[in-house]
């Protein structure tokens, strides 16, 4: 029951006396403190009544529940509204009402059962689910614990190893899995799902199946010494592979407390962590990270025009090597055919059999059978003409960065393709108009950044001109979603985003070390910081051939603020490129792990001879706050430009940029939420300080000066940009479709309209760059929206009212779990 149109629990009493309970919330069925209690409510009713047996607990239109609305967090983390006091969910609801109910319940389980979903599921004295339905614990991605149980009942449903696994990895499980690990207690198909759990309740009414209370079971649970050795090893792997996060710690800590304690006083102890936890600064920052990953696919201005994907049949790829076999492996991974192209048989047959290797690899972990691998790369054609090309949809160039050779093969290309054929380049740093500067095609150039390797990297930076038309950036996003990358659209500039975002960031560290400072104790204080590698074993790796190539573009364009060191091009003067030659920052044995190199120090002091610097005392003995602040404030400083110039157009986006191209620790939120934490005064006058000492390379640009004078933050979390640029309009227009007729309707639209580009570029709480021209844009709008409406007057229209009678009409606000759900993408 409950008085929440949207998030509720709606129930139904059928002639064999069965309760059938459903969890209403689309999309995906989120739970809600509204939900929980109308849950309650429902339960309540069912256990009164006399002719209810027995209880079955579902979801809506064949989806369980995909977990707690995760848009409600904001509001707990900001003291905007009060969090349910603790226990009232896990002990009060959950347990002391569903699990205790003098009635039996069993939940029938279809599409997602995740977070509080599964929690939900769990309290239930049985659980039927179908085959195709997932069920975990995700809540540590998003620097959480399960916060209604979950740590207590999961490990005696499945054992404690599994559960741990299950938790500490975020890893679902489909039906089939969970019917063998004890989660769930048969498998029926999506037709007989509710009428079997409806069985299945009264047969445990009538003592035909067993009566479980899933929080009380002890057959799972190890003898207390062997699960003490459990907890140990998982503490021991969770400080490996996460020494910077507490929370996975606190998960074991909360689990063992059950074990030890008793259960109940585990869920007191979850629920008191869960509180705690959700107002860590890993906690917002993983949120932040999940919105901005969902926001990276609304563009403005592009993606709020009503266009529709055109369906892309066939893709071809120019470049067979480590990005053309990579991308063209993305793709026929997403049943794309693919044509690949190279210059000669030799060549040709290399990119094939990059592509075949990929694929083996996913065969030889277990993600591919023989069988779909046949089929998946029968899909690739290899060609040495154009002669294949008539009838593609889209090219993606992946050849050598030579501006001369891109220039050929896309006037080439303009004359091969037909004229609606997508013309994009995977270049990583080149100017798009240049590239296409001997087309009469600019409409339909468009960059496709593919991150090495391609296949695997979940970024897509999808470069866009100022002639590139609207269409094809739909189109370029669909594929992108459809490939499972993370599209993000930036502006086209040198290095477009993500590169020219981290030049700064190897340059800072080889200024560091000319002036004193340790290339090995700069990787280990990166590495520590959350980053995968440092900068000087990410040269090695990447080749100081393609460092050089990448860095050279961002000298020759920004040559102010480049600092030049000799290093890199004396090592390659020995042949020294990396990790291709065995040397470079570091020597590579036969199983190419890296080790120091003592003959560094020559290149080293040879470099500060040349350049004509001395060691600063100071550099030697950096702590490592130090050399984080100095490696990636500059990479700050650079991406407030990029933000600045309207390259990107959210400050979120460059977050997910800096996370999924270049490895930025999430849970430290993305690269300029991380600098927001910071302030950016702080920001700004260390900058200053080191400008001073060290040159122009430092100078704090003009955005980040100017925000740091009003002592404002660089950019908004993606929460709350995520409600007013994704909900705002979607709520605002369903609620208008359904409360407005006729004229009030137009005219709401058209203030909504002009509402919100101010909104989006004018308010303080501007989600795109704050500038004066959606201010300007958006009050022209709707005053020339109240002419228009002056002009033909209507005898209802909103508009006419407000005009001709002075009207004042109060906003309506609705509550923030109602505007996104937890797995809307």
Same mark, same amino acid.
């Given at each position: 029951?409950?008085?929440?149109?949207?998030?509720?629990?709606?129930?139904?009493?059928?002639?064999?006396?069965?309760?059938?309970?459903?969890?209403?919330?689309?999309?995906?069925?989120?739970?809600?403190?509204?939900? /929980?209690? %109308?849950?309650?409510?429902?339960?309540?009713? &069912?256990?009164?009544?006399?002719? @209810?047996? $027995? *209880? #079955?607990?579902?979801?809506?239109?064949?989806?369980?529940?995909?977990?707690?609305?995760?848009?409600?967090?904001?509001?707990?983390?900001?003291?905007?509204?009060?969090?349910?006091?603790?226990?009232?969910?896990?002990?009060?609801?959950?347990?002391?009402?569903?699990?205790?109910?003098?009635?039996?319940?069993?939940?029938?389980?279809?599409?997602?059962?995740?977070?509080?979903?599964?929690?939900?599921?769990?309290?239930?004295?049985?659980?039927?689910?179908?085959?195709?339905?997932?069920?975990?614990?995700?809540?540590?991605?998003?620097?959480?614990?399960?916060?209604?149980?979950?740590?207590?009942?999961?490990?005696?449903?499945?054992?404690?190893?599994?559960?741990?696994?299950?938790? /500490?990895? %975020?890893?679902?499980?489909?039906?089939?899995? &969970?019917?063998?690990?004890?989660? @769930?207690? $048969? *498998? #029926?198909?999506?037709?007989?799902?509710?009428?079997?759990?409806?069985?299945?309740?009264?047969?445990?009414?009538?003592?035909?199946?067993?009566?479980?209370?899933?929080?009380?079971?002890?057959?799972?649970?190890?003898?207390?010494?062997?699960?003490?050795?459990?907890?140990?090893?998982?503490?021991?792997?969770?400080?490996?592979?996460?020494?910077?996060?507490?929370?996975?710690?606190?998960?074991?800590?909360?689990?063992?407390?059950?074990?030890?304690?008793?259960?109940?006083?585990?869920?007191?102890?979850?629920?008191?962590?869960?509180?705690?936890?959700?107002?860590?600064?890993?906690?917002?920052?993983?949120?932040?990270?999940?919105?901005?990953?969902?926001?990276?696919?609304?563009?403005?201005?592009?993606?709020?025009?009503?266009?529709?994907?055109?369906?892309?049949?066939?893709?071809?790829?120019?470049?067979?090597?480590?990005?053309?076999?990579?991308?063209?492996?993305?793709?026929?991974?997403?049943?794309?055919?693919?044509?690949?192209?190279?210059?000669?048989?030799?060549?040709?047959?290399?990119?094939?059999?990059?592509?075949?290797?990929?694929?083996?690899?996913?065969?030889?972990?277990?993600?591919?059978?023989?069988?779909?691998?046949?089929?998946?790369?029968?899909?690739?054609?290899?060609?040495?003409?154009?002669?294949?090309?008539?009838?593609?949809?889209?090219?993606?160039?992946?050849?050598?960065?030579?501006?001369?050779?891109?220039?050929?093969?896309?006037?080439?290309?303009?004359?091969?393709?037909?004229?609606?054929?997508?013309?994009?380049?995977?270049?990583?740093?080149?100017?798009?108009?240049?590239?296409?500067?001997?087309?009469?095609?600019?409409?339909?150039?468009?960059?496709?950044?593919?991150?090495?390797?391609?296949?695997?990297?979940?970024?897509?930076?999808?470069?866009?001109?100022?002639?590139?038309?609207?269409?094809?950036?739909?189109?370029?996003?669909?594929?992108?979603?459809?490939?499972?990358?993370?599209?993000?659209?930036?502006?086209?500039?040198?290095?477009?985003?993500?590169?020219?975002?981290?030049?700064?960031?190897?340059?800072?560290?080889?200024?560091?070390?000319?002036?004193?400072?340790?290339?090995?104790?700069?990787?280990?204080?990166?590495?520590?910081?959350?980053?995968?590698?440092?900068?000087?074993?990410?040269?090695?790796?990447?080749?100081?051939?393609?460092?050089?190539?990448?860095?050279?573009?961002?000298?020759?364009?920004?040559?102010?603020?480049?600092?030049?060191?000799?290093?890199?091009?004396?090592?390659?003067?020995?042949?020294?490129?990396?990790?291709?030659?065995?040397?470079?920052?570091?020597?590579?044995?036969?199983?190419?792990?890296?080790?120091?190199?003592?003959?560094?120090?020559?290149?080293?002091?040879?470099?500060?001879?040349?350049?004509?610097?001395?060691?600063?005392?100071?550099?030697?003995?950096?702590?490592?706050?130090?050399?984080?602040?100095?490696?990636?404030?500059?990479?700050?400083?650079?991406?407030?430009?990029?933000?600045?110039?309207?390259?990107?157009?959210?400050?979120?986006?460059?977050?997910?940029?800096?996370?999924?191209?270049?490895?930025?620790?999430?849970?430290?939120?993305?690269?300029?939420?991380?600098?927001?934490?910071?302030?950016?005064?702080?920001?700004?006058?260390?900058?200053?300080?080191?400008?001073?000492?060290?040159?122009?390379?430092?100078?704090?640009?003009?955005?980040?000066?100017?925000?740091?004078?009003?002592?404002?933050?660089?950019?908004?979390?993606?929460?709350?940009?995520?409600?007013?640029?994704?909900?705002?309009?979607?709520?605002?227009?369903?609620?208008?479709?359904?409360?407005?007729?006729?004229?009030?309707?137009?005219?709401?639209?058209?203030?909504?309209?002009?509402?919100?580009?101010?909104?989006?570029?004018?308010?303080?709480?501007?989600?795109?760059?704050?500038?004066?021209?959606?201010?300007?844009?958006?009050?022209?709008?709707?005053?020339?929206?109240?002419?228009?409406?002056?002009?033909?007057?209507?005898?209802?229209?909103?508009?006419?009212?407000?005009?001709?009678?002075?009207?004042?009409?109060?906003?309506?606000?609705?509550?923030?779990?109602?505007?996104?759900?937890?797995?809307?993408?």
């Amino acid at each position: 029951m409950g008085s929440n149109p949207k998030g509720r629990t709606v129930m139904e009493v059928g002639a064999d006396g069965v309760a059938v309970i459903t969890i209403v919330n689309p999309p995906v069925n989120s739970l809600s403190t509204d939900v /929980l209690q %109308s849950l309650k409510e429902s339960y309540d009713q &069912a256990i009164r009544r006399d002719d @209810v047996k $027995a *209880i #079955v607990v579902t979801g809506a239109k064949g989806k369980f529940s995909g977990g707690f609305d995760i848009t409600a967090f904001g509001g707990f983390q900001a003291g905007r509204v009060p969090p349910p006091k603790p226990g009232l969910i896990s002990v009060e609801i959950l347990t002391d009402t569903v699990e205790a109910a003098k009635k039996p319940s069993v939940a029938a389980i279809d599409g997602l059962a995740l977070g509080g979903g599964l929690e939900v599921a769990m309290v239930c004295h049985a659980r039927i689910s179908t085959s195709r339905a997932q069920l975990g614990l995700p809540e540590l991605q998003l620097g959480l614990i399960p916060g209604f149980g979950g740590t207590q009942r999961l490990p005696r449903l499945v054992g404690l190893s599994k559960s741990l696994e299950m938790m /500490l990895m %975020s890893k679902p499980v489909k039906g089939e899995e &969970a019917l063998s690990l004890g989660l @769930v207690d $048969a *498998i #029926v198909s999506p037709d007989e799902l509710v009428s079997t759990a409806r069985r299945w309740a009264l047969d445990i009414l009538e003592r035909r199946r067993p009566w479980v209370a899933s929080l009380y079971k002890t057959d799972k649970i190890e003898p207390l010494g062997e699960a003490k050795e459990i907890f140990k090893f998982a503490r021991a792997q969770a400080r490996k592979q996460a020494p910077n996060l507490k929370h996975p710690i606190v998960c074991i800590d909360v689990i063992e407390a059950g074990i030890v304690s008793g259960p109940r006083a585990g869920l007191w102890k979850e629920a008191e962590e869960f509180q705690e936890l959700l107002h860590s600064d890993t906690c917002k920052s993983l949120v932040h990270i999940f919105f901005a990953q969902r926001g990276t696919s609304r563009v403005p201005g592009i993606t709020d025009r009503g266009l529709v994907p055109r369906r892309i049949n066939k893709v071809a790829i120019l470049g067979g090597g480590l990005m053309g076999s990579g991308i063209a492996t993305a793709l026929i991974l997403s049943n794309y055919p693919v044509i690949l192209k190279e210059v000669n048989d030799k060549f040709l047959q290399a990119g094939v059999g990059r592509v075949r290797a990929n694929l083996q690899s996913r065969v030889k972990k277990g993600n591919m059978t023989q069988e779909k691998f046949e089929k998946t790369l029968s899909l690739l054609k290899g060609v040495l003409d154009y002669e294949s090309f008539r009838d593609v949809d889209m090219v993606i160039e992946a050849v050598i960065e030579n501006v001369s050779l891109k220039q050929q093969i896309f006037a080439d290309l303009e004359k091969n393709c037909p004229p609606h054929c997508i013309l994009a380049s995977n270049t990583s740093t080149i100017d798009l108009n240049l590239i296409g500067e001997k087309t009469k095609s600019h409409d339909r150039i468009i960059g496709a950044h593919f991150f090495s390797p391609a296949h695997v990297m979940p970024l897509l930076e999808i470069v866009r001109t100022e002639k590139t038309s609207p269409q094809v950036i739909v189109d370029l996003l669909d594929v992108g979603k459809k490939i499972k990358k993370t599209p993000v659209v930036v502006g086209n500039c040198t290095g477009f985003a993500v590169n020219r975002m981290f030049f700064p960031y190897t340059q800072a560290a080889l200024l560091l070390v000319e002036r004193g400072a340790d290339v090995y104790q700069i990787d280990k204080a990166i590495t520590k910081f959350g980053m995968p590698m440092g900068p000087f074993r990410l040269c090695d790796l990447v080749g100081f051939g393609v460092a050089i190539a990448t860095g050279s573009q961002f000298v020759e364009n920004f040559p102010e603020r480049t600092y030049k060191s000799m290093i890199i091009p004396l090592m390659q003067q020995d042949k020294r490129a990396g990790e291709t030659t065995r040397k470079g920052f570091y020597v590579y044995d036969d199983k190419r792990k890296a080790n120091p190199d003592p003959e560094l120090k020559k290149y080293i002091q040879k470099a500060r001879e040349i350049s004509g610097v001395n060691v600063d005392p100071k550099m030697m003995k950096l702590s490592e706050k130090d050399i984080v602040e100095m490696t990636f404030f500059p990479v700050v400083n650079e991406a407030c430009r990029v933000f600045a110039e309207g390259i990107a157009v959210k400050a979120a986006d460059l977050d997910i940029a800096a996370v999924m191209g270049m490895g930025f620790p999430p849970y430290r939120g993305g690269i300029l939420f991380w600098a927001d934490s910071l302030g950016s005064k702080y920001l700004c006058s260390r900058l200053e300080e080191w400008s001073n000492m060290y040159g122009a390379f430092f100078k704090p640009c003009s955005f980040l000066a100017e925000r740091a004078a009003k002592g404002a933050p660089l950019a908004k979390t993606a929460i709350l940009v995520g409600i007013l640029d994704v909900g705002f309009l979607a709520v605002a227009i369903m609620v208008t479709q359904l409360a407005l007729k006729g004229d009030d309707r137009i005219d709401a639209m058209g203030i909504m309209g002009a509402g919100l580009n101010i909104i989006m570029y004018a308010s303080p709480l501007a989600a795109m760059v704050p500038n004066g021209t959606g201010f300007i844009l958006g009050s022209a709008q709707l005053v020339l929206y109240a002419i228009y409406r002056k002009a033909k007057p209507t005898k209802n229209g909103l508009i006419s009212g407000l005009l001709e009678e002075g009207n004042q009409h109060e906003h309506l606000i609705l509550p923030s779990d109602q505007i996104i759900s937890q797995q809307e993408s």
